[in-house]
């Protein structure tokens, strides 16, 4: 085996430039010899001789390194991502020319391509934030290397906290191992419910990862059949509508006619009370169409910051009930919400209200935990036994219920991206679990 180290191209300039001079050299040195020269004087002439060939042959050998190495740091920079640096081109011609325009060139385009590749990068990433399905992406040791906001959000942290974390540690160790799609019910730190697991597969570096989905069908469901009683209630109220106004009208031309005429005390009576039930089975009915009307036509909110603490004990219902009301927050300090103001008072009112007719006392807390706020109401009542109807548009369990107030508050929590949850809380009653994003 050779172990012989090979020759840098500058140091063979400099040898080859030596040899291109040396016969020059020996007859410049054969020809001084002859001349009729004292000693000092040939000695002196032939030392000139010799270092202006060594000097011209160095300097050729400094010019070429130090043309290589402007070009070799040119390069590393490319490489290192570094598109500013840009060396002093002294020739405007020749084959050294063109190549170092050659190597700017190339170090524009990468620049272009760069700003366009980080352009595009942050508008696949401002379009994954916005997505509502929970997405995971994993290395070959099953490690997230990239997650979204909809991820940390179904985990109960920040999704920048997931990158690093194995699947095993998130308890997602099942979800790789599927081979098809499936619908489960499950429960993640974020929330319980109804799920869309999907697996699929990306490349990094050549070599197949894996990409996980997870997308909670309880929205998609919910909005569906929003969408489904919308159109209900709008038939609805357009054949009632046209219904109620002759009903009306009619029961108030009657009355005209028996308050004008004189019949029996008796007759008078019974007809003037049918009229009666008629308006007032119209008057009822049309009242009952406009609540249900706010379910179709529920304003986007409007959000602003204000403090919680505040917020709790300017509610009315606070002022009306301060007996059947504990307040027990688990912060001390005064945690701030964003959220629309008026929407949010009227869907804490609705559970109050709901909680203190099933049972006071009610205790009211909330908090923050894993950059999520929440809020807590439980009641002393008999607790739920029936839940899957909840949420259900026209179903009460109350005598005089109109079957709309859950439902509007489903709709203002999902309409700031929370969550509301109803069960039975272990020591008896009911809780409702409120839990929105952090500011």
């Known amino acids: 085996m050779n172990s012989k180290k090979p020759t840098n191209f500058p140091v063979k300039i400099f040898r080859f430039s030596l040899a291109a001079a040396l016969p020059s050299y020996i007859f410049s040195m054969i020809v001084l010899w002859q001349f009729d020269y004292s000693n000092y004087a040939k000695f002196l002439l032939a030392s000139l001789l010799t270092l202006s ?9 400094q010019q070429l390194g130090f043309q290589f190495q402007t070009l070799s740091n040119l390069v590393e920079a ?8 840009r060396g002093n081109q002294r020739e405007t011609e020749g084959p050294l020319a063109d190549l170092t325009q050659q190597i700017f060139l190339l170090s524009e385009t990468l620049s272009d391509e760069r700003i366009t590749t980080e ?3 942050r508008l696949l990433n ?13 290395d070959a040791e099953e490690k997230v290397k990239l997650a979204n906001p909809a991820a940390g959000r179904l985990m109960g942290k ?14 997602l160790g099942d979800c790789l191992a599927l081979e098809h799609p499936e619908l489960v019910e499950r429960a993640f730190p974020g929330g319980k419910g109804r799920w869309k697991i999907r697996l699929d597969n990306y490349r990094d570096s050549g070599m197949q990862r894996k990409l996980l989905f997870i997308t909670d069908l309880k929205a998609v469901l919910r909005e569906e059949e929003l969408k489904a009683w919308k159109n209900l209630i709008r038939v609805i109220s357009h054949e009632v509508n046209n219904s109620l106004y002759p009903i009306s009208s009619i029961s108030q031309s009657l009355r005209k006619l028996v308050d004008q005429n004189p019949l029996s005390k008796d007759w008078k009576d019974d007809v003037g009370e049918g009229l009666t039930v008629i308006g007032e089975r119209a008057s009822n009915l049309t009242d009952f169409i ?3 009307t706010k379910v179709a036509h529920l304003p986007e909110p409007n959000k602003q910051l204000f403090s919680i603490r505040s917020f709790i004990a300017s509610i009315g219902i606070m002022q009306e009930n301060p007996s059947y009301i504990h307040i027990n927050p688990q912060n001390e300090e005064n945690l701030e919400l964003f959220a629309d103001k008026a929407m949010f008072e009227q869907l804490l009112i609705n559970l109050l209200k709901n909680a203190i007719e099933a049972g006071p006392p009610v205790t009211l807390s909330w908090g923050e935990k894993n950059r999520s706020q929440w809020f807590s109401i439980i ?44 069960s039975n809380h272990p020591e008896g009653g009911c809780q409702v679990m409120i839990t929105l994003p952090s500011v």
Not at 126 to 138: H, P, T
Not at 158 to 167: M, N, Q, R, S
């Open 53 to 61: 060939v060594f000097g011209f042959s160095w300097a050729i050998k």
């Open 78 to 85: 490319i490489r290192n991502g570094d598109f500013t640096l």
């Open 119 to 121: 352009e595009a990068y």
């Open 126 to 138: 401002k379009a994954i934030a916005q997505i509502d399905v929970a997405i995971f992406a994993f």
């Open 158 to 171: 920040d999704y920048k906290e997931l990158v690093g974390k194995t699947a095993t540690q998130m308890e």
């Open 290 to 292: 406009k609540r249900y």
């Open 379 to 422: 009641d002393s009542g008999p607790g739920i036994s029936e839940q899957a109807n909840l949420f259900v548009p026209f179903y009460s369990t109350k005598p005089e219920g109109s079957g709309i107030g859950l439902v509007l508050c489903q709709q203002i929590i999902d309409k700031h991206l929370g969550s509301l949850d109803i």
